[in-house]
Each structure stands twice: as structure tokens, then as C-alpha cells.
T-cell receptor, first 115, second 112 residues
């Protein structure tokens, strides 16, 4: 079956712009989690959506937002981009709420460069 | 709070060497423990997991044993290959809360 699909894979933006990233989970998976990965900070949890509801949120400013649709596809948006937002954004899906026995399956990521 | 500590990398080994990547954790309750691997240019993949004390997770020749007495989950492989070069992440899910807590990752470089 198809894995987790993230689009776009690469994108370049300038400071002040906004960006929307998309994630299509594995068919049947209802939870989508988003992570930011940078060389300096490692993997940082952004938020998790389960059945269209935000279930958990990490410690990121309000410029970072997300949503989940009825088909479990998820989008995240970053407004007023800053240089420090340059990162690999990873999406992961799981059958049930992330954690415990529900293993995360990751997409290949969207690499955002902010100039 | 709950945390995961991994040995710093990079770890550089020759092919067929024995591998150990140390991982220790701090958690209340009874966490589940995971090792994920990230190959260059890819997302993370689950390598193995253990959900209770003394469980041994294994996959692709890698093993890790959940040691509650030493709060450790060290990753081992008897004979590494060049294709094992990747970044390895140790993680846990705390009991009662579900989002994973991640270690910083350990880059493994295997030379032919």
C-alpha cells in the first residue's frame, strides 16, 4: 500500500511569505503528526491531528498552524516566514493516536529553505 | 520531565565491526521504547520497538533490550555494513501521554 506522501518535497521561500505543506497519510490511518527537523534542534514536535481534531501541540509560535480534513489528509501552514524556519518538515501517520502501540510511519519530508 | 539521551555522533566504524549506540531514558510510569533510522534524504523508519521491561526488539540484525533497572535501550548489531550508514534515533512514549519524546540522533558512518 502507498506510504505517507508529502508535497512539495522541496521549496524555497523568502522572509515574510507564507507556506502550506501537505501530507497524505497511509490509507486507513487517522492520526497525522508533524515534526520540524533541523541540524541544531533535532526533531521537534509541532502538532498532531486525530480525526480532524488537534490532539497535541508542541512549543511553536502561532505562526505555525495545521488542520486535518475528513479524508485524514493534513496540511500545515507557516505564516510570516523567518530564516530560522528553514528545515525539513516531516509528517507521520498512525492508525490510532500517536504513541503506545500505534507506530508512526513517516513521509520523506518537505525541505523548506527561507531566503 | 521525560527525556531520552543518546550517545553523540558521529560514530565511525569499519564494515563488519560490532555496533553499540547507547540510549538512556528518564520517564515516569512504563514507557514504550523505539529505535528509528533515517537514511540520507529520507524520512524516519521504525527499526524496532519494545513495550515492556526485558522485551527485546529486533530487526535487520539490530537488537535492543528494554532494561528498566538501568533505564537503557542500547542498540546493537553484530556486523555492520556500509548500507547501515544513517542517523539513528531513540525515542519513547511515556505512559499516559502519547506523543513520542526523541533523542538527538546518532549519525553512524560505516567505512568499507
Amino acid at each position: 500500500k502507498a506510504g505517507v506522501t508529502q508535497t512539495p518535497r522541496y521549496l524555497i521561500k523568502t522572509r515574510g511569505q507564507q507556506v502550506t505543506l501537505s501530507c497524505s497519510p497511509i490509507s486507513g490511518h487517522r492520526s497525522v503528526s508533524w515534526y520540524q527537523q533541523t541540524p541544531g534542534q533535532g526533531l521537534q514536535f509541532l502538532f498532531e491531528y486525530f480525526s480532524e481534531t488537534q490532539r497535541n501541540k508542541g512549543n511553536f509560535p502561532g505562526r505555525f498552524s495545521g488542520r486535518q480534513f475528513s479524508n485524514s489528509r493534513s496540511e500545515m501552514n507557516v505564516s510570516t516566514l523567518e530564516l530560522g524556519d528553514s528545515a525539513l518538515y516531516l509528517c507521520a501517520s498512525s492508525l490510532g493516536p500517536a504513541g503506545g502501540a500505534n507506530v508512526l510511519t513517516f513521509g520523506a519530508g518537505s525541505r523548506l529553505t527561507v531566503l | 520531565g521525560d527525556s531520552v539521551t543518546q550517545m553523540e555522533g558521529p560514530v565511525t566504524l569499519s564494515e563488519e565491526a560490532f555496533l553499540t549506540i547507547n540510549c538512556t531514558y528518564t520517564a515516569t510510569g512504563y514507557p514504550s521504547l523505539f529505535w528509528y533510522v533515517q537514511y540520507p534524504g529520507e524520512g524516519l523508519q521504525l527499526l524496532l520497538k519494545a513495550t515492556k521491561a526485558d522485551d527485546k526488539g529486533s530487526n535487520k540484525g539490530f537488537e535492543a533490550t528494554y532494561r528498566k533497572e538501568t533505564t537503557s535501550f542500547h542498540l546493537e548489531k553484530g556486523s555492520v555494513q556500509v548500507s547501515d550508514s544513517a542517523v539513528y534515533f531513540c525515542a519513547l512514549t511515556p505512559g499516559g501521554n502519547y506523543q513520542l519524546i526523541w533523542g538527538a540522533g546518532t549519525k553512524l558512518i560505516i567505512k568499507p
